[in-house]
């Protein structure tokens, strides 16, 4: 069994559809953990919630689906909590709930979606490492962490206590995303994932698909093209 983790798809269905065919894919043989942001800023927002919570519900043991701050923002929104989630791409993700569901069903629904993003997990552990958006708080166990955790930035979790962290982590490392880097590689006990999709420029996007067991990850440009490369400093 492969297992995979990719975050911050933002809304590119496109691109994470062709990565899941370059890979050869199958939910009902392979893990996968999405890291959360699947919206805003990409066109496609609601095709990619609609395959993760498809898939999440159709192979439990197998998808996992992980909260980002991007969903913690539609989720406040929705709520009626804050109107921040339409400063970060919020209205093209309503856009693509229409053009999906309808423009008469597009709101409802991403209502719908927004109370299952609610209910889904922070972090997500195996044998072969730990698993979140953005980040994990070290002085809370692992079943009890906080929501904010959704937002830490990697020079907070650069600065934690390396002796405290890796008995935190039993040795495991921590895939993320949140903070777009040019290239997956590790950094500490991280491995940083988020290829700037939704984020860096035209030329410099892409869409990283990490293979954990294997070490490496296939990148997927704005164009289609895939490479795979090694995780730098694995």
């Not at 898939?55 to 969903?71: A, K, Q, T």
């Not at 804050?82 to 919020?90: K, Q, R």
């Not at 984020?199 to 067991?213: E, H, M, R, S, Y």
């Amino acid at each position: 069994m492969r297992t995979f983790y990719t975050s911050d798809i933002h809304g590119d269905f496109k691109s994470f559809m062709e990565l899941l065919q370059y890979v050869e894919y199958n939910p009902a043989g392979d893990k996968l953990i999405i890291g959360g942001d699947m919206i805003n800023r990409g066109s496609q927002s609601a095709q990619v919630l609609q395959w993760a919570k498809q898939h999440h519900e159709s192979f439990p043991d197998m998808v996992h689906v992980l909260i980002g701050n991007h969903e913690e923002m539609m989720i406040w929104f929705m709520n009626e909590l804050s109107p921040m989630w339409m400063e970060f791409g919020g209205d093209q993700t309503i856009s693509s709930f229409k053009k999906v569901f309808g423009s008469d069903r597009g709101w409802d629904t991403a209502e719908e979606y927004a109370i299952w993003l609610e209910t889904l997990p922070l972090i997500y552990e195996d044998e072969y490492g730990i698993y979140t958006h953005a980040g994990i708080n070290i002085g809370e166990s692992k079943e009890n962490q906080p929501r904010d955790i959704v937002w830490i930035n990697q020079k907070e979790l650069l600065e934690l206590n390396e002796d405290i962290l890796q008995k935190w982590t039993e040795g495991k490392y921590i895939y993320r995303g949140h903070n777009p880097v040019s290239t997956v590689h590790k950094k500490g006990q991280f491995v940083q994932c988020d290829l700037g999709n939704g984020t860096f420029q035209a030329g410099q996007a892409a869409l990283a698909l990490v293979d954990v067991k294997k070490g490496c990850y296939y990148r997927c440009e704005k164009d289609g093209q895939i490479t795979e490369r090694v995780i730098e400093d694995f």
